[in-house]
């Protein structure tokens, strides 16, 4: 190996070093990062469902589910979508254990779906 061919493989080694450092992931699908209520948590009836994601979102393809303990779905009506973010609002919920089943499709076509239980304490 001759000291110039060194020379290109290190300089070489070295800028797809920092390129591999410095380049953010590209994800492609939008992540969940946020929920109100939080999965887990034990709170008083919320009146709404509030999810926040990584990407924005399609609206049209873009659902939220509430479900009480027995699985009936107890939510009525349509998400409301923008940017990505999505909220449903809630009627009075009784004390109980509640499921959240999302479904989204972000605006690059990638779909992606979650659950996530919360108590409704008395």
Same mark, same amino acid.
């Given at each position: 190996?001759? /000291? *110039?061919?060194?020379?290109?493989?290190?300089? #070489?080694? %070295?800028? %797809?070093?920092? %390129? +591999? #450092? @410095?380049? @953010? $992931? *590209?994800?492609?699908? +939008?992540h969940?990062? =946020?929920?109100? $209520?939080? *999965?887990? #948590?034990?709170?008083? /009836? $919320? @009146?709404? !469902?509030?999810?926040?994601?990584?990407?924005?979102?399609? /609206? #049209?393809?873009?659902?939220?589910?509430?479900?009480?303990?027995?699985?009936?779905? !107890?939510?009525?009506?349509? %998400?409301?979508? =923008?940017?990505?973010?999505m909220? &449903?609002?809630? =009627? $009075? &919920?009784?004390?109980?254990?509640?499921?959240?089943?999302?479904?989204?499709?972000?605006?690059? @076509?990638? =779909?992606s779906?979650?659950?996530? *239980?919360?108590?409704?304490?008395?």
């Amino acid at each position: 190996m001759t /000291p *110039a061919t060194s020379i290109f493989k290190r300089v #070489a080694c %070295a800028a %797809a070093l920092w %390129a +591999a #450092a @410095t380049t @953010t $992931p *590209a994800f492609g699908h +939008a992540h969940l990062s =946020k929920s109100t $209520p939080a *999965a887990g #948590a034990t709170v008083s /009836p $919320p @009146t709404e !469902i509030v999810l926040s994601f990584t990407e924005p979102l399609e /609206p #049209a393809f873009s659902t939220i589910e509430l479900r009480d303990s027995m699985g009936k779905r !107890i939510d009525a009506g349509k %998400a409301q979508v =923008k940017d990505d973010v999505m909220r &449903l609002s809630l =009627k $009075p &919920l009784p004390a109980g254990r509640y499921t959240v089943n999302w479904r989204v499709l972000s605006v690059d @076509t990638h =779909k992606s779906q979650g659950n996530f *239980a919360f108590t409704v304490k008395p």
